[in-house]
């Protein structure tokens, strides 16, 4: 199985800051990578997919970047509603595989 | 509008099966641009896929778990459902259905619409 695996585990930032995730895979996953956003009691949400491309509806403010085995998501100038856990997600090879998470708190 | 919702019983006796259904409404699951799936997350962990299908018949497992699921899709209801069977503590966890799209960018499905997710307790 491919692992992925998230840096940092927790970041704090304040609303208007620049912020940066960091993805990395086991192996190779070309630009099979999704990242989506998670607050609690709610579904999921797909922010980016194909590495680098924003899905229908997703503000600018977040751009995903990387191929191979190192991917990045940033956050140009976090939001309020941007608080929450991020997570992302290989569908190079099954199984698909996901990311332990990394939460946004509010600093 | 799409929305995918899950439903089941919150609670299951250890070696029982579990069985979850989810609802879809705004698309058909018969439609063949679609693969549908369920994805859980145990508490405090990241999550974990578990299986999709197309309405064609096409269905992947994790190997994990492939013994233990059953997928299925019925077109008359417009619902999907997952079994898995013999379980056990560690199958605790929030249970999400989702959809996958298809990206014509890498030819592949990805799961682009999540459910709220239903908490599944294996307890006695």
């Known amino acids: 199985d491919i692992q992925m695996t998230q840096s940092p585990s927790s970041l704090s930032a304040s609303v208007g800051d620049r912020v940066t995730i960091t993805c990395r895979a086991s192996?190779?996953?070309?630009?099979?990578l999704v990242w989506f956003q998670q607050k609690p009691g709610k579904a999921p949400k797909s922010l980016i997919y194909?590495?680098?491309n924003l899905q229908s509806g997703v503000p600018s403010r977040f751009r995903g970047s990387g191929s191979g085995t190192d991917f990045t998501l940033t956050i140009s100038s976090v939001q309020p509603e941007d608080f929450a856990t991020y997570y992302c997600?290989?569908?190079?090879?099954?199984?698909?595989?996901f990311g332990q998470g990394t939460k946004l708190e509010i600093k | 509008q799409l929305q995918v919702q899950e439903s089941g019983p919150g609670l299951v006796k250890p070696s029982e099966t579990l069985s979850l259904t989810c609802t879809v409404s705004?698309?058909?699951?018969?439609?063949?641009?679609?693969?549908w799936g369920w994805i859980r997350q145990p508490p405090g962990q990241g999550p974990e896929w578990i299986a999709k299908?197309?309405?064609?018949?096409?269905?992947y497992y994790n190997p994990s778990l492939k013994s233990r699921v059953t997928i299925s899709v019925d077109a008359s209801t417009n619902q999907f459902s997952l079994k898995l069977s013999s379980v056990t503590a560690a199958d605790t966890a929030v249970y999400y259905c989702?959809?996958?799209?298809?990206?014509?960018?890498?030819?592949?499905?990805?799961?682009?619409?999540w459910g709220q997710g239903t908490l599944v307790t294996v307890s006695s």
């Open positions: 989702a959809r996958q799209v298809y990206d014509g960018l890498l030819a592949t499905y990805y799961f682009d619409y």
């Open positions: 705004g698309v058909s699951v018969s439609s063949t641009s679609h693969y």
């Open positions: 299908i197309q309405y064609s018949g096409n269905t």
């Open positions: 192996q190779a996953i070309s630009n099979y």
């Open positions: 194909a590495a680098f």
């Open positions: 997600h290989q569908y190079n090879s099954y199984p698909y595989t």
